[in-house]
T-cell receptor, first 114, second 112 residues
Framework: AQSVTQLGSHVSVSEGALVLLRCNYS??????LFWYVQYPNQGLQLLLK??????LVKGINGFEAEFKKSETSFHLTKPSAHMRDAAEYFC????????????FGTGTSLTVIP | ETGVTQTPRHLVMGMTNKKSLKCEQH?????MYWYKQSAKKPLELMFV???????ENNSVPSRFSPECPNSSHLFLHLHTLQPEDSALYLC???????????FGPGTRLLVL
């Protein structure tokens, strides 16, 4: 069985500070891992994904995430927060290959303080 | 138009009304999904269609009835809803089930 845990339902950072959003997963097989962002009153937008290639994945808007198998983690980072980064962030896991379900975390709300 | 579109974007309905939500994907995908997103609750997968066939129904009440006439269109028919059904309903698609999902903007539903 797969699951995703996002530690911290709310994270606040100052503008220009490092953003770190945590995601841990459980999967019995090599996973595909995803980060999505949701701005108010919008759908989810794919930020980045890991599909067994390079462990450090770069996404849009300056975000990146590192797959660490030993820690079963896929934390999302950005060196310098911007006001426009304020949104809800979702981590998701899917088993390698087609035909399998996505499992989403409960989301982390990021607030950026000016 | 590109990506995944949903109509209407906002809907207010009474408990005795019948309405339908529409989703259309312009990505050539073969899998489509309905999710429910309520305030302060995790994203809930409702239905999954692969190649027009329903492959998941996560214990959704029968007052929600999905329809997938072809790989590009997905409907959610609503009938005699309850106030607790008020939520953001998101549609998504992927090449096949399990692959990267692309989401529409959602329909904000309010049941009075």
């Amino acid at each position: 069985a797969q699951s995703v845990t996002q530690l911290g339902s709310h994270v606040s950072v100052s503008e220009g500070a490092l953003v770190l959003l945590r995601c841990n997963y459980s999967s019995s097989v090599p996973p595909y891992l995803f980060w999505y962002v949701q701005y108010p009153n919008q759908g989810l937008q794919l930020l980045l994904k890991y599909t067994s290639a390079a462990t450090l994945v770069k996404g849009i808007n300056g975000f990146e995430a590192e797959f660490k198998k030993s820690e079963t983690s896929f934390h999302l980072t950005k060196p310098s927060a911007h006001m426009r980064d304020a949104a809800e962030y979702f981590c998701a896991v899917s088993e390698t290959g087609a035909g399998n379900q996505f499992y989403f975390g409960t989301g982390t709300s990021l607030t950026v303080i000016p | 138009e590109t990506g995944v579109t949903q109509t209407p974007r906002h809907l207010v309905m009474g408990m005795t009304n019948k309405k339908s939500l529409k989703c259309e994907q312009h990505l050539g995908h073969n899998a489509m999904y309905w999710y429910k997103q309520s305030a302060k609750k995790p994203l809930e997968l409702m239905f999954v269609y692969n190649f027009k066939e329903q492959t998941e129904n996560n214990s959704v009440p029968s007052r929600f009835s999905p329809e997938c006439p072809n790989s590009s269109h997905l409907f959610l028919h609503l009938h005699t809803l309850q106030p607790e059904d008020s939520a953001l309903y998101l549609c998504a698609s992927s090449q096949v089930s399990g692959e990267t999902q692309y989401f529409g903007p959602g329909t904000r539903l309010l049941v009075l």
